[in-house]
């Protein structure tokens, strides 16, 4: 059962406009949840976190929303830039447990 | 901070034989961990370990496949008589468990296996 969604294996975006990305989960003991990104041939690298007591977290040019209720996370990439094409992984854990990741989004972000 | 190393970075062998893979961990990190990432999917759990002790083995993680962590610095996964479902990206990542909930994980590269 997979317990993070990422229901869009791709998206396009304008160079400059908002990117959103988007991840459900079905694990209520999730207490964190993260974003990684992934280039081609390189292993994935932390990005962004939050902690499930929070609704929001900033960082730069990304921001990370929360809905527990509907347990729905996204992503939020202010201006986009072609350097931000790569495959976006949600992901959760428990904790002191290990993180699981969703499926991916790979986000294509064009000049 | 050297980063989290993995050996080699291509593997190609025949089905049945014997790979083993090496990888590094960031020298204070006392977590780590495997992963395996096939084409179009998110990377997928297979063990880790705390300092030396593997705490914890996913059940994708046949009697074929193997984890060590000797004295707790770099760690080896071993597959026996390989199988082509086995061809997948093996990724290692490694953590200080004070620091992952802000920092996550730091991961490899990856060893990047087929099998023939």
């Known amino acids: 059962d997979q317990q993070v969604k990422q229901n869009s294996p791709s998206l396009s975006v304008q160079e400059g406009r908002i990117s959103i990305l988007n991840c459900d989960y079905t694990?209520?003991?999730?207490?964190?949840f993260l974003w990684y990104k992934k280039y081609p041939a390189e292993g994935p690298t932390f990005l962004i976190s939050i902690s499930s007591i929070k609704d929001k977290n900033e960082d730069g040019r990304f921001t990370v929303f929360l809905n527990k209720s509907a347990k729905h996370l996204s992503l939020h990439i202010v201006p986009s830039q072609p350097g931000d094409s790569a495959v976006y992984f949600c992901?959760?854990?428990?904790?002191?447990?290990?993180?699981?990741f969703g499926p991916g989004t790979s986000l294509s972000v064009i000049p | 901070d050297t980063g989290v190393s993995q050996d080699p970075r291509h593997k190609i062998t025949k089905r049945g034989q014997n790979v083993t893979f090496r990888c590094d961990p960031i020298?204070?990190?006392?977590?780590l961990y495997w992963y395996r990432q096939t084409l179009g999917q998110g990377p997928e759990f297979l063990t880790y370990f705390q300092n030396e002790a593997q705490l914890e083995k996913s059940r994708l993680l046949s009697d074929r496949f193997s984890a060590e962590r000797p004295k707790g610095s770099f760690s080896t996964l071993e597959i026996q008589r390989t199988e082509q479902g086995d061809s997948a990206m093996y990724l290692c990542?490694?953590?200080?468990?004070?620091?992952?909930?802000?920092?996550?994980?730091?991961f490899g590269s990856g060893t990047r296996l087929t099998v023939v």
């Open positions: 020298s204070e990190h006392n977590r």
């Open positions: 992901a959760a854990r428990t904790s002191y447990d290990k993180v699981i």
């Open positions: 990542a490694s953590s200080a468990p004070y620091r992952e909930i802000y920092y996550g994980y730091t």
């Open positions: 694990n209520s003991m999730f207490d964190y």
